[in-house]
């Protein structure tokens, strides 16, 4: 048998009657499925435990999972291969811990408040892969390197250096959260995910099979920036600009750090000549590059004309690679990179 934990938040407006209906049909189902378990209800929230066998289990986490009348539901914990039932008694219990007197209810209130703020918070700070490891029931420590093969996308804002010297924090932040959100809006739109952020920038990665969309969500940052800078009201979001280099290929995913501090992370030369061709955007004046290898990726049919522009030998590396970019009237830098930094520092 398998268990499951869960917690998710209720929709606004959800009657004791929705939540009675919920219990009705819960009880119903898991008795016919031999499922049992308990769902709490308060303040919002639902935390449930399930269990039983793993198709029967499985079946009715995909169904609550679809379910409109709550939403971020967020598997907790997943237990392989339990022997015996916690809730074998209890069928299938619902309680609503608003309307429990019990003083023993008090701590457990804010315990599973304590959890659920805990999870939320860990969600967007915390790896994917990490978070749905430690959900499978995995200890992502244990982990060992795995060799994989993926596109690396690496974005960075133009002349930042300038933008922090010479703009107020706050509006600095708030700069730096539109751009965040556009590139995170067009990663996941085209099923890639943010590894990491790295001060004004990022590294973004998708499934080799995916490098059409790897390129379409490149391009939709570059024209979401576009589109920010004509209508910013701010000078210096006028002149909001970012660099990203794309390559693909070979790396190595884990954890690397000390026995204290851990990142889980990418390797590989991938990533750096990523990482070196977004630096080189500026040089070459144009606002996406990629590689040879990405090139390679991208079938003839691709919608994109590309334009080759020769070699490029980053530094520290033996190899030059052979780099491109998009011909597209909107994919240029309207002011040359470097005259972006003298433009800032004269704001
Ligand atoms: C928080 C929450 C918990 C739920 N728990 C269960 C459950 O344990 N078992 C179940 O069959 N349905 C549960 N549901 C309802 C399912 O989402 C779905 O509406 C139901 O299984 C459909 O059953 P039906 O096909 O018999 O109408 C839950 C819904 C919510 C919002």
């Not at 990523?274 to 040879?292: E, M, V």
């Not at 080759?308 to 033996?318: D, N």
């Amino acid at each position: 048998m398998d268990r499951i934990t869960y917690i998710s938040s209720s929709i606004s407006g959800l009657s004791n009657a929705d939540i009675e209906e919920i219990a009705a049909v819960s009880q119903r189902n898991n008795a016919r499925s031999n499922l049992t378990g308990v769902l709490f209800h308060f303040k919002g929230l639902f935390y449930q435990i399930l269990e039983g066998e793993p198709e029967a289990l499985y079946q009715c986490l995909d169904r609550i999972k679809n379910d409109p009348r709550h939403t971020g539901l967020f598997v907790v914990k997943v237990e392989k291969g339990v022997l015996h039932r916690l809730y074998g008694d209890w069928g299938m219990k619902t309680i609503a811990l608003e309307r429990s007197k019990d003083p023993v209810v008090a701590p457990l209130r804010n315990l599973l408040d304590l959890v659920t703020r805990t999870y939320r918070t860990m969600e967007h700070y915390v790896p994917h892969e990490v978070l749905s490891g430690l959900q499978q029931g995995e200890n992502p420590l244990d982990w060992e390197l795995a060799r994989q093969e993926k596109v690396v996308l690496f974005a960075d804002i133009v002349g930042f250096s300038t933008l922090v010297e010479k703009m107020d924090l706050v509006e600095l932040q708030a700069l730096l959260n539109t751009f965040f959100s556009i590139a995170s809006k067009a990663i996941k739109n085209t099923n890639g995910r943010i590894s990491k952020l790295l001060g004004d920038g990022f590294m973004a990665y998708f499934p080799m099979e995916d490098c059409q969309q790897a390129l379409a969500s490149a391009v939709a940052i570059i024209l979401e920036l576009k589109s920010l800078r004509e209508h910013s009201s701010s000078a210096f979001g006028r002149l909001v600009y970012c660099g990203i280099g794309i390559s693909a290929g070979d790396l190595v995913e884990g954890n690397i750090g000390s026995s204290d501090k851990k990142d889980f992370t990418l390797l590989g030369d991938v990533v750096n000549s990523a990482a070196r061709l977004q630096s080189h955007t500026r040089k070459k004046g144009f606002p996406i590059l990629f590689d040879h290898r990405f090139r390679n990726c991208l079938n003839e049919q691709t919608k994109w004309s590309i334009k080759s522009l020769g070699t490029y030998q980053p530094k520290g590396k033996t190899q030059r690679l052979k780099i491109f970019t998009l011909e597209h009237p909107h994919l240029i830098f309207e002011v040359p990179p470097t005259k972006i930094s003298q433009k800032l520092k004269i704001l």
